[in-house]
């Protein structure tokens, strides 16, 4: 099969046979074998029966419902594990992303052999108050990771095969499967400039917490691909810095006070120098990060998979 098209959807009844209808022309034109796997994420509306009218018209559509509305992640997850095709592409249901961009996403993988081409919006059609912290989230997410992408959060994306059954997609980490696959070995990471069209359809589904949790997101990816394995290597090196920090200045403050009582000089109590307690939080606290790492890297060193490694090839 040459292409699975994914598609996580919330409470978008009205899209879905306008999107699936779009999809199958660019299928048929460009005679690809493909399967289009909707995930209902929990939705409340009609959804659901739609996807099944859909699936009983044309044996490519499959669908895959929630209980409740786990996340797009979640069905971005699902999804993944169902997907067969030689390219993966995902693709919003709300229809501001064009499967006509479907046949060069799939030749850019095939033909010059990216790992993951990440669609990049560059005319949006959305308000300011949503692409200006959109610019800012993306420059950070840049930064961070080393990626040179425009766009981390589009939902319009190509993955080979093997890059989406080698990553584990969970909490609100769909953002981030850029940096999830380059962590995992697929360095072959691209960009493309797609059309973004404006929602014809219902309403947005996210609020401006997305961006607060976004950030914190960053954060957590970050640490987990860079430390993950190695935990001690980020809070022993801080707890070490800070507790040598305390040990100087405490040794400093105690040197004078011995100095001065040497000379019979007259010295104020250690203890009434705000400088002695700066540095005993140093110490105290840099010993709580040793720890921590310590108790980290006991936890990582009996976790199941400490030397579970990704083997492409032998000979």
Request: aromatic share 12%; proline share 3%; glycine share 6%.
């Amino acid at each position: 099969m040459n292409i699975s098209v994914v598609i996580p959807l919330y409470n978008e009844e009205e899209s879905l046979p306008e999107l699936s209808a779009w999809i199958e022309r660019v299928m048929a034109a460009n005679n690809f074998t493909y399967e289009i796997i909707m995930v209902d994420d929990g939705s409340n509306d009609k959804s659901w029966k739609v996807i099944e009218q859909l699936s009983a018209k044309n044996n490519h559509i499959r669908g895959i419902k929630f209980r409740r509305n786990y996340g797009k992640s979640a069905a971005l997850h699902c999804g993944f594990e169902d997907a067969q095709g030689d390219v993966v592409i995902t693709m919003d249901a709300d229809l501001q992303d064009s499967p006509d961009e479907i046949p060069e996403l799939y030749r850019m993988i095939m033909e010059e052999d990216y790992d993951l081409i990440s669609g990049w919006k560059k005319k949006r059609y959305d308000p300011i108050t949503k692409t200006l912290p959109t610019k800012l989230f993306n420059a950070t997410a840049r930064k961070f990771s080393g990626i040179k992408l425009h766009d981390f959060n589009c939902g319009l994306k190509a993955y080979k095969n093997t890059v989406v059954k080698n990553i584990e997609v969970y909490g609100e980490m769909h953002r981030y499967i850029p940096i999830l696959a380059k962590q995992a070995g697929f360095t072959r990471i691209g960009e493309k400039v797609v059309h973004h069209q404006a929602r014809k359809y219902g309403v947005t589904k996210f609020g401006l917490n997305r961006f607060i949790n976004g950030f914190l997101d960053l954060l957590s990816v970050t640490f987990i691909t860079r430390f993950a394995k190695k935990p001690m290597h980020l809070f022993g090196a801080l707890g070490t810095l800070l507790f040598i920090i305390g040990f100087c200045a405490a040794a400093w403050i105690g040197v004078e006070k011995l100095i001065a009582v040497a000379n019979n000089l007259r010295a104020p109590l250690v203890t009434n120098n705000p400088y002695f307690y700066i540095a005993l939080t140093c110490m105290i606290i840099g010993s709580q990060l040793f720890l921590s790492g310590f108790l980290a890297e006991l936890v990582s060193r009996s976790a199941s998979d400490r030397n579970v490694y990704r083997i492409e090839k032998k000979i």
